[in-house]
């Protein structure tokens, strides 16, 4: 990506968006390098979408049963977001897997938030999955989604304790907090600099 030309980030959300949001105050710095240029959902009524509407970034909902087929749902998604032309896709709590098409059109282009350590705990409820497992550490992982769940290159990851006292929400937030930092700073990253893909190993830089 060119040095003064911010990267353009089109941003996937199925709830409260504070991720979407933590990317959207990061994007105010023109010294971020990107900015917010869609936010797109699985369904509407969302907060995420509200912080979106709210900050003047275009919105869009492809709901999966609107479609005859799981496949078409994921080939109109995949043309609506093309149409934004987005260097980095972002998936921040976006509650449906992609498919084919979409993983095809944006090779090495899309990330996703994860609330655990991969290749711990995978799929939608990783908090729950590490405090009934016993772990005495979990956090959050962004990697470079394919075509398995949670399964991508690890482009980061967070650590945060498990505490005695927790249950599933006090971790989740505890998990979210370091989540938002781990996922704006290294976005940046993708955004200044690019990533290189060799095996499972990302490197930042082209
Ligand atoms: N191809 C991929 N798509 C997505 C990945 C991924 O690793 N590969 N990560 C997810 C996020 N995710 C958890 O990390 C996740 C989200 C949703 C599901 C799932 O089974 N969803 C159901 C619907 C559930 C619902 O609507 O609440 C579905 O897709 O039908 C599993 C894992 C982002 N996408
Ligand atoms: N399997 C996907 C998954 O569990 N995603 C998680 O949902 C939360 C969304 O929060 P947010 O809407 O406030 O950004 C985040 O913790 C994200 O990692």
């Not at 990253?189 to 830089?205: N, Y």
Request: aromatic share 6%.
């Amino acid at each position: 990506m060119p040095d003064n030309v911010p990267a353009r980030l089109v941003v996937l959300v199925s709830g409260a968006g504070t991720n979407l949001q933590a990317l959207l105050d990061a994007c105010e710095d023109p010294a971020y390098g990107a900015k917010v240029v869609a936010v797109g959902a699985d369904r509407e009524g969302i907060e995420g979408l509200a912080r979106a509407e709210r900050a003047g970034v275009p919105t869009f909902v492809r709901k999966v049963g609107d479609f005859t087929s799981r496949e078409h749902w994921d080939h109109t998604l995949t043309d609506t977001v093309a149409a934004f032309e987005p260097d980095v896709v972002v998936l921040a709590g976006f509650m449906k897997l992609v498919g084919a098409d979409f993983l095809g059109r944006f090779e090495n282009k899309v990330v996703n938030t994860h609330p655990a350590l991969c290749p711990s705990f995978p799929g939608v409820s990783g908090p729950a999955d590490a405090l009934e497992y016993g772990v005495k550490v979990t956090g959050a992982t962004l990697f470079v989604v394919d075509a398995g769940v949670d399964t991508g290159v690890i482009i980061a990851q967070a650590v945060v304790p498990v505490e005695d006292a927790d249950d599933v929400e006090s971790l989740h937030e505890r998990i979210k907090v370091a989540e938002r930092e781990m996922l704006v700073e290294n976005v940046g990253r993708m955004a200044r600099e690019g990533i290189s893909v060799t095996g499972r190993r990302v490197r930042f830089g082209s």
